[in-house]
């Protein structure tokens, strides 16, 4: 076994944020390559649901991609340059890693993944697969049905609804199309573009593929994070092993880690410069960074939770809070809400982590991070009426 390479937390952030694209104001250049460059880079990001500001899926790229619109994601899509299926959650995919989410559909032709099954359900799915191969994409409003009824882990209004999402899940159909967050479906034999490589990866395949994303993505991790949207532990193991015998990655030990971590070799091929306290990111509970807690605890010291489905009365924050990135460290949580009829940005709430209450450069910072945030949420005003930014 090789010897670990010893990094300090400064140089080990450094590297975890370099390679998650926060460490400049616009990593991956502009416009719509930009945003395509920053989702094969990133290897997904997760689609949310929740509009109190942008919803995460547009809110990680923005964070990477300054000049990001919406119009990105919808033209990405209808290139079949992206595509949406299963991370962790409902994941932007890069079109380029679709045969590594076959294992996954594989796996849901035999179960189902959040209905109870019932003959009523089976006969739904075949009659939505006849319809769309007749019509072409169809939306969930296009399916006329006289049954509502519990879906398992989620109520849907229709069995035609709960049909779609278990087609989906198994990759007979995919998202052809967005209008907001109305789904257009189609079969995925018209969707796939003849060039990719539909070939079901073996075992060794995944778990290798795996273990780089991460390590791409985040610069350094450990094992567990690098099956965190995926992957057989055994297998991944042997193959993280074997990787590092074969010297590609190298394993790092980290000042006040216990744990090992790992990090590809041309990463640590280039000493990691520090990250500058510049423009401070204002990031979405769901981005990429921050998704894995347990991770942002031990790299970061941040422990950090997103309350808005804890009862108000346990709350410590906020209901919809956002991490604020300040250099290489997080200085404070934020609320913030969007009207936009009245376009305007509110900041209802903000509270500093030690050693940043006083920090004036920060405030002036975070204050024109804000109006810029306000805008990419169509708003024209930011507004501060507790004067929290004072």
């Known amino acids: 076994m090789r010897e670990p390479i010893s990094l ?121 697969v006849a319809r769309i191969r007749a019509e072409g994409p169809l939306r969930a409003r296009d399916f006329e049905s006289k049954e509502a009824r519990p879906g398992g882990a ?23 199309s967005r209008q907001g967050f109305e789904k257009s479906h189609d079969l995925a034999a018209r969707i796939v573009p003849t060039e990719i490589d539909r070939s079901r990866p073996s075992d060794a395949e995944a778990a290798d593929f795996l273990i780089r994303r991460t390590l791409e993505a985040h610069g350094l991790a450990r094992e567990p994070e690098m099956r965190y949207l995926r992957g057989n532990a055994a297998v991944l193991r042997k193959r993280l092993a074997l990787a590092v015998k074969r010297g590609w990655v190298l394993p790092v030990r980290i000042e006040g880690s216990k744990i090992p971590a790992y990090a590809l070799a041309e990463t640590l091929d280039r000493a990691p410069a520090p990250i500058k306290e510049d423009q401070p990111h204002i990031l979405s509970p769901f981005d990429n960074l921050v998704i894995q807690r347990d991770r942002l605890r031990w790299l970061f010291g ?19 809070v956002l991490p604020v990135l300040w250099g290489d460290q997080f200085a404070a949580r934020l609320e913030a809400k969007a009207f936009r009829p009245q376009s305007r940005l509110e900041l209802s709430g903000l509270w500093f982590e030690p050693g940043h209450e006083g920090n004036r450069s920060f405030r002036r910072a975070l204050r024109a991070s804000l109006e810029k945030f306000a805008i990419f949420n169509q708003c024209r005003n930011f507004s501060d009426p507790k004067k929290l930014l004072r």
Request: proline share 4%; glycine share 4%.
């Open 8 to 128: 300090t937390l400064e140089q080990s952030r450094a590297i975890a944020l370099r390679a998650q694209g926060l460490d400049r104001a616009a990593p991956f250049g502009s416009g719509i390559q930009a945003t395509l460059q920053a989702i094969e880079h990133l290897g997904y990001v997760q689609v949310d649901t929740i509009s109190v500001v942008e919803r995460a899926h547009h809110h990680a790229l923005w964070s990477r991609v300054p000049d990001y619109t919406r119009e990105h994601l919808d033209t990405l899509l209808a290139q079949r340059r992206v595509f949406e299926y299963w991370g962790h959650a409902a994941s932007i995919l890069p079109m380029r890693d679709f045969r590594q989410s076959l294992p996954l559909m594989r796996s849901y032709r035999s179960k189902l993944h959040w209905s109870d099954d019932s003959p009523e359900l089976r006969r739904a799915m075949r009659r939505v």
């Open 154 to 176: 989620w109520t849907f209004s229709k069995i035609e609804k709960r049909a779609l999402h278990e087609l989906w899940m198994r990759g007979d159909v995919m998202v052809s």
């Open 302 to 320: 941040f422990d950090y939770q997103i309350e808005c489905y804890v009862p108000s009365a346990r709350r410590r924050y906020g209901h919809f």
